[in-house]
């Protein structure tokens, strides 16, 4: 059997690699031979965005106007009152599109007279809600009361009736064809439906076929919500095998490779069905050494847990995280200019390339919310627009929804990224039972000076004169190169004794007294 060898080929290569294991399924994007994008999905905590349950309120928050409602996950879910009352602009948040709607909404939401949670939610209710934003740490999932169901070509809202198409659907006719397509369409008139970007490229059979099929979904959902006694799944929404071929003909993709023949078969079977669309190759991985190994990504995933990282002209950048934001630092590094190289031009290209690994990183590491980005001082302002347009540029691709704000004179850009699941390191990392998730622990030295003064103590204040000291066995190590000899002095002057031993037990910065008399443990 040929091992496998990569495609060659001119052209901007993308690339998406599925690795699926027994317990987590990775999906990589690799444009030219890098990595540049990567989700991993563990069945423990597995995504549940778009899914639809059974919920029941189980309290009502009266002061921030929402409630908690058990959806049979791991924490119960949250919703706002903004999130029951319709809202158009959740919709094109969830889909990433605006959408041209043929009247005007204003008019429809100020109906809605709704001023009180409690008016729509009481404790104890059954509802019908979906998640919006996954679960994130110990906060549970965001949910709304506007369902929508997502087909491949349209989305059907059950209880909105918006009918329109997507303005990334840029062909004037095309535009017009699909708005009277889904006009005509029979559908109980509560009820809306969207046409997606996607649907440009579908015939009216293929709509037709799939508003059928949303609008079954629809019912089998209702017949289950009302079969059901306590929280439960309704309705799941696509994996993230299903997605990774969609994303390949949505996105004109040149190769899906899968490295599980099951889930290749899976592939193939989803890819006949929208073959037509686009000329993907779909290759099932045979080599013996692992897919993420060769193509690099295992090289990547370990470096993207960094808090530094080299660019290729000698500077790098330097990430860090606090409660309330992420920062990035750009420093020069390694770089160096001669006499004969204009210094602001330099680090203008530092900056420039700076900001794509930036973009870069964000996207593989999934960093969300708030970003601050210390780009190097540049004098002129021109220079300053080069790299903040060319951040913006990069970050265009993003699938999650991103906001930059302008550069302030000391080269400081904020922006925002959507946090639509837990980031790379929450997911591979826990925190050290060390430090706790500080990232540090105290020197030996520090450590000495702590039991300095905890011997003090037991002795003048709690009249304790044969002690026992256990610390860890480098602190132990530490001790002998003067420390030892110091506290047996110190002991000395106050007629009490003191012994030494060490337990690698313990963490390096504990250590815990005994008494020789009896062998308790002694409290300071």
């Known amino acids: 059997m040929l091992l496998f060898q990569p495609l060659i080929c001119e052209h901007t290569m993308n690339d998406i690699l599925l690795n699926v294991e027994s317990k987590e399924t990775r999906y990589a994007h690799l444009k030219n031979g890098m990595l540049y994008d990567l989700i991993i999905d563990r069945k423990k905590s597995r995504q549940i965005t778009g899914n639809i349950y059974r919920g029941k309120v189980t309290n009502i928050l009266h002061n921030i106007q929402s409630a908690f409602i058990d959806i049979n996950e791991r924490e119960n879910g949250f919703i706002h009152i903004s999130d029951i009352l319709e809202n158009t602009k959740k919709f094109e948040e969830m889909f990433d599109m605006d959408f041209d709607l043929d009247y005007d909404i204003s008019s429809i939401q100020a109906t809605n007279k709704v001023k009180d949670i409690t008016q729509v939610l009481k404790p104890d209710q059954p509802v019908l809600?979906?998640?919006?934003?996954?679960?994130?740490?110990?906060?549970?999932?965001?949910?709304?009361?506007n369902i929508s169901i997502a087909g491949r070509y349209l989305v059907l809202l059950p209880n909105s009736h918006h009918r329109g198409v997507s303005r990334k659907i840029e062909d004037p006719a095309i535009r017009e064809q699909l708005k009277k397509l889904i006009r005509s369409f029979e559908m109980p008139q509560d009820m809306g439906l969207i046409c997606r970007t996607a649907s440009a490229y579908a015939t009216t059979d293929m709509l037709i076929e799939e508003a059928t099929d949303l609008f079954h979904s629809w019912q089998a959902i209702v017949d289950k919500f009302h079969q059901s006694q306590n929280p439960t799944l309704l309705f799941e929404e696509s994996d993230l095998v299903k997605k990774a071929v969609i994303t390949c003909i949505d996105k004109r993709y040149d190769r899906l490779l899968v490295d599980d023949y099951a889930t290749y078969q899976t592939c193939k079977q989803i890819y006949q069905k929208y073959a037509r669309e686009h000329t993907l190759k779909l290759e099932f991985y045979r080599d013996k050494t692992p897919m993420f190994e060769r193509f690099n990504v295992e090289k990547e995933i370990e470096k993207a847990m960094r808090h530094k990282i080299w660019l290729k002209s000698g500077g790098y950048l330097f990430f860090d995280q606090t409660e309330a934001m992420h920062t990035i630092d750009v420093n020069s590094g390694r770089s160096s200019t001669t006499a004969t190289v204009d210094v602001e031009e330099t680090l203008v290209r530092i900056n420039l390339e700076a900001a794509g690994e930036i973009a870069r990183q964000l996207r593989i590491r999934n960093i969300g919310g708030l970003v601050i980005c210390d780009f190097i001082d540049m004098r002129s302002r021109k220079n300053q627009k080069r790299v903040l347009e060319h951040l913006k540029e990069c970050m265009k691709d993003?699938?999650?929804?991103?906001?930059?704000?302008?550069?302030?004179?000391?080269?400081?850009?904020?922006?925002?990224?959507?946090?639509?699941?837990?980031?790379?390191?929450?997911?591979?990392?826990?925190?050290?039972?060390?430090?706790?998730g500080k990232g540090l622990v105290k020197s030996h030295e520090s450590t000495t000076v702590d039991i300095e003064r905890t011997l003090k103590k037991l002795i003048l204040c709690n009249n304790q004169f044969a002690l026992k000291l256990v610390t860890h066995p480098e602190v132990g190590r530490y001790l002998e190169q003067g420390d030892k000899s110091f506290f047996l002095k110190l002991a000395q002057k106050s007629n009490a004794h003191i012994e030494f031993a060490s337990n690698d037990s313990l963490h390096l910065n504990d250590f815990v007294f005994y008494s020789t008399l009896n062998g308790q443990k002694i409290d300071a």
């Open 398 to 436: 993003d699938s999650a929804k991103c906001t930059i704000l302008g550069m302030s004179e000391f080269g400081l850009v904020e922006m925002t990224r959507q946090r639509n699941r837990e980031s790379l390191a929450q997911t591979i990392y826990t925190d050290c039972p060390y430090c706790n």
């Open 129 to 145: 809600v979906q998640v919006v934003k996954e679960p994130i740490g110990n906060k549970g999932a965001r949910l709304t009361s």
